[in-house]
């Protein structure tokens, strides 16, 4: 049974400041990782979509990157702002576009 | 162009009724996933609809069903509520193959008192 694992779970940083959220996966037969962000009480946004046969994607301040042979894949987030403060999950899919596994997520908060 | 749409937003039941909750994914979208989001528990996979069939199922009770339509639109049925039924229910939806990612809808507020 496919595990997700996000550390840490919570996260407080000065605004400017370069961060890595960090996730891990026991099972490598994956097909793409997902990374979305949360806000309190709302639904998820998509930030990144990284397929099995990809080792990072790129949008903005946000990098993402997936090694599948050691199970982990790291969100970079550059010059973080206020705006950023969410809960960030990571998520799995084994089965190419129909189920997700995901993990508890990062809270994270960027102080003015 | 729309995003998913999850009708209602908000939702008060009480113990014992039963509730229908409704998805509209994205135009051109085939494939609808509901998920249960609970402080205890994350968000737990219920079941994924494509082209009307059930593809996927996680490990919920047979209280709560989903079916969807020739519109690609999805409602879940969740019966003889609970009070640990309480949660957000969200919904996502995805082209199929190619696979191009999930959209999420904002999600329905279910509180069972």
């Known amino acids: 049974k496919q595990e997700v694992t996000q550390i840490p779970a919570a996260l407080s940083v000065p605004e400017g400041e370069n961060l890595v959220l960090n996730c891990s996966f026991t099972d490598s037969a994956i097909y793409n990782l997902q990374w979305f962000r949360q806000d309190p009480g709302k639904g998820l946004t998509s930030l990144l979509l990284i397929q099995s046969s990809q080792r990072e994607q790129t949008s903005g301040r946000l990098n993402a990157s997936l090694d599948k042979s050691s199970g982990r894949s790291t969100l970079y987030i550059a010059a973080s702002q206020p705006g950023d403060s969410a809960t960030y999950l990571c998520?799995?899919?084994?089965?190419?576009?129909?189920?997700?596994?995901f993990g508890e997520g990062t809270q994270l908060t960027v102080n003015p | 162009k729309a995003g998913v749409t999850q009708t209602p937003r908000y939702l008060i039941k009480t113990r014992g009724q039963q509730v229908t909750l409704s998805c509209s994914p994205i135009?051109?979208?085939?494939?609808v996933s509901w998920y249960q989001q609970t402080p205890g528990q994350g968000l737990q996979f219920l079941f994924e609809?494509?082209?009307?069939?059930?593809?996927n199922k996680g490990n919920f009770p047979g209280r709560f069903s989903g079916r969807q339509f020739s519109n690609s639109r999805s409602e879940m049925n969740v019966s003889t509520l609970e009070l640990g039924d309480s949660a957000l229910y969200l919904c996502?939806?995805?082209?199929?193959?190619?696979?191009?990612?999930?959209?999420f809808g904002s999600g329905t507020r279910l509180t069972v008192v």
């Open positions: 135009s051109g979208h085939r494939s």
């Open positions: 998520a799995v899919d084994e089965t190419s576009g129909s189920r997700l596994t």
């Open positions: 609809y494509f082209s009307e069939t059930q593809r």
């Open positions: 996502a939806s995805s082209f199929g193959q190619p696979f191009y990612g999930y959209t």
